[in-house]
């Protein structure tokens, strides 16, 4: 509680509200209290799934950041790339591992795109040589012209680190390939992903999986 010291127009000390009034030099000073600090409260088993979720799928998107802004770019303005990419896995791709009890990305469900190009049909992806090579059979329809390129992901799931090609062959050539020379070892098990997108627009079709792999040998 505030006093006032010397009638209505004097000085005021004490504690009013949110405010402590005192005297020093001669001047009446007010300070705000400090807010005080609310206990962290522990999380319910709920809460905790969830956030385990989420991050789940934060880990899985952070290498892939470049290629979700573009591929999901403009699938749910205003948001980003990443916060549509993270919304559409979230939903779509994210499962639970009832042998494991935690969260895990099902690779097949995930997509790095989304938007209304028709996308590749029966895509594939194997290993020649030091490459990855991608095919597919062209969906054809109005959308699909000649400026409308491949977008091409290969990822390593726990990594850190993608490989990807933003403007590759068009639609039309059936073939393209990604070096994965200096990116994977061998041993390794990649997961191979591609859409197709409009040069000129920058329109994007829907993301299809197009199979895992073990790395063999590099040639020399």
Known sequence: MGKLTDGIHGHVHGKVGGVVFYTANGQNIARSLPRATRKKRKPTALQALQRERFKVMQDWLRPLLRVVKVGFGKYAPPRTGHNAAMSYNLTHAVVYNEEASRYEVNPEAFAF???????????????????????????????????????LLLCKPGSGTCHYKTYGNAAGVGMDTLDVRGYYLPGDTCHAYMAFIDEETGAVSDSVYAGSFVLGDFEA
Not at 126 to 134: A, E, I, K, L, P
């Open 113 to 151: 795109s989304g938007g209304p190009l028709a996308a590749p049909l029966n895509a594939s992806a194997v290993q020649d040589g030091n490459t990855v090579r991608f095919s597919w059979e062209n969906p054809g329809g109005r959308d699909i012209r000649y400026t409308t390129r491949t977008m």
